[in-house]
Structure formats: structure tokens, C-alpha cells
């Protein structure tokens, strides 16, 4: 008798409501390695050139300079280095999201979907940010910067977004039922793509045997395609982004079937667990 009447809400209202929900989760998610988003944001703006100045001297001190495409080394080292941080960093904030056995899941209008959500496009905001004012710096106090087809490859950004949170997706349904193996697999993945990715060498150099060992990751495709549309003088023979498209969405569907059987498993005594 007491119980407050639930005004009955249209699609729209829902829409709204879910959107309004994910921009705080997400605004969260951003704030939650560091309370300030903006020391966040410059935090990884100086993880990406740490990465980015060692990857140079490498290749300066091994002479391998010689061996990267025709036109600027810097370009050629960034189009790996952002793709496998915007894939790994997704990566890791998926896994890293609010479970099923998560007390923010006691809440009624959020879910899992929600947080997985917020914590892939707070990785996303982050990631694009750093790229736009490291370009921007690059751009204008050193060198005018040349991109041969810039919305195609940007678009290889996002699809290295997508495969992270496709595969972050499926290691989330996993992790009540796993936490260690999930925990180990995560670091090991992460680690094996500073190699695997090929973001060290391009595919029309290597050997046949060679390709072989790396053509099963999507994101050595992504890469190779991404300086095939940022260089004019590179055309990639031996990937296509549409295999790591059908990866994606195939690992989507693998990760919405397994979070949906973990959510009506669920229980709260999992997270004693972790």
C-alpha cells in the first residue's frame, strides 16, 4: 500500500536514462586510477612517449631505421605504438570493470553491461585525447604531420578499441569462474603483444614462416592495415581489417553468452574469492 507508483517510462526516457547513467560511470571509470582526470589523461600521455621515444632509440641504435617504410619514422612508430595501447588499455579496463557480484550491480538501474560499457569508452576518451594533443604538439612544433587517408586509419583505431573490449568481454564472463587464470592471461596477452602485434615491423618484410607466427593476432592486422592508409608508398599484401572485424564480433558474441550464464550464476560470495 505504501510502495511508491513507477510512472511507466518510454523507450526514449530509457535511452536517456541509460546514456545519462553510462556518462557517470564512465566520468568514474576515467577517475578511478586517479581522482584528478586530468593528471589521468597526462599520465598516459607520458606512458605513450615513454613508449615512443625507446621504440625510436631502438631503432636508431640498431640501425633498423632503414627497414621501416618510406616517409616519417615518427608516424611509423606512433601507428603501432596507439593502436596497441588503445587495445590493451580496453583490454585491461574491461577486465577491471564491476562484476556481477559487484556491490554497484545492488543499485537498480545499473548493470554489467553499463560498467563494461563506461569502462571501454573511459578508455577510449583517454586514449583519443592523448593521441589528439600528442599529434597536435607533433604537428606543430616539429614537423608538419602527413597522413595519407587519416579517417580510415582512425577507424583502425577504433577497431583496435573493439577487439580490446571484445576479448576484455569474454575474459569478464570468465573471471568470477577463474579470477587467477583471467588475472595471468591478461598480463600474458598484454606482454606478448609488445612482440605480436608486429608493431615493430610491417607484414610485406617478414618471411613467409615468419607470418605464420603472428597472422592469428587481429591486432598485427589492424596495425599493418593502419600504415597501409597512413604511408602512400605502403600497400599491405598479407593482412585485412576484416578478419579482425569477425574476430571481434565473434568474441562479442562468445562474451555476451558467457556474462549472461555468469549473471544468473552469480553470488556474492565470489568476491571472496578474489
Same mark, same amino acid.
Given at each position: ?62 640501425? !633498423?631505421?632503414? +627497414?621501416? =617504410? ?10 603501432? @605504438?596507439? *593502436? $596497441?595501447?588503445? %587495445? ?27 560498467? !563494461?560499457?563506461? +569502462?571501454? =569508452? ?10 589528439? @594533443?600528442? *599529434? $597536435?604538439?607533433? %604537428? ?135
Amino acid at each position: 500500500m505504501f510502495k511508491p507508483q513507477r510512472r511507466p517510462q518510454s523507450g526514449l526516457t530509457k535511452a536517456v536514462v541509460i546514456l545519462e547513467l553510462i556518462y557517470h560511470s564512465i566520468v568514474r571509470s576515467v577517475r578511478k586510477t586517479n581522482s584528478n582526470a586530468f593528471l589521468a589523461i597526462i599520465v598516459n600521455i607520458v606512458q605513450v612517449l615513454i613508449f615512443i621515444m625507446a621504440f625510436y632509440v631502438m631503432f636508431s641504435l640498431l640501425g !633498423l631505421r632503414g +627497414a621501416a =617504410l618510406r616517409g616519417d619514422f615518427l608516424v611509423y612508430i606512433m601507428t603501432g @605504438v596507439f *593502436l $596497441f595501447m588503445t %587495445h590493451a588499455k580496453t583490454l585491461g579496463a574491461v577486465v577491471g570493470s564491476e562484476g556481477p557480484a559487484s556491490p554497484m550491480m545492488q543499485h537498480a538501474p545499473m548493470s554489467t553491461f553499463i560498467a !563494461l560499457m563506461s +569502462a571501454g =569508452l573511459g578508455a577510449l576518451y583517454i586514449q583519443v585525447l592523448s593521441l589528439a @594533443v600528442i *599529434l $597536435f604538439v607533433y %604537428h606543430v612544433a616539429f614537423t608538419p604531420l602527413e597522413i595519407d587517408q587519416p579517417f580510415p586509419a582512425f577507424g583502425m583505431l577504433l577497431l583496435a578499441w573493439f577487439t580490446g573490449l571484445a576479448l576484455g568481454l569474454v575474459l569478464l564472463a570468465l573471471k568470477p569462474w577463474a579470477p587467477g587464470f583471467v588475472s595471468i592471461f591478461t598480463t600474458v596477452y598484454q606482454r606478448a603483444n609488445m612482440i605480436a602485434s608486429g608493431k615493430m615491423f610491417v607484414a610485406n618484410t617478414l618471411p613467409g614462416f615468419m607470418l605464420a607466427m603472428f597472422d592469428w593476432n587481429p591486432l598485427f592486422h589492424i596495425i599493418d592495415q593502419c600504415r597501409g592508409f597512413a604511408f602512400i608508398n605502403y600497400n599491405p599484401h598479407y593482412t585485412n581489417w576484416q578478419y579482425a572485424w569477425w574476430c571481434g564480433v565473434v568474441l562479442v558474441v562468445i562474451g555476451m553468452m558467457g556474462e549472461f550464464y555468469t549473471r544468473r550464476h552469480a553470488s556474492l560470495s565470489w568476491s571472496a574469492r578474489r
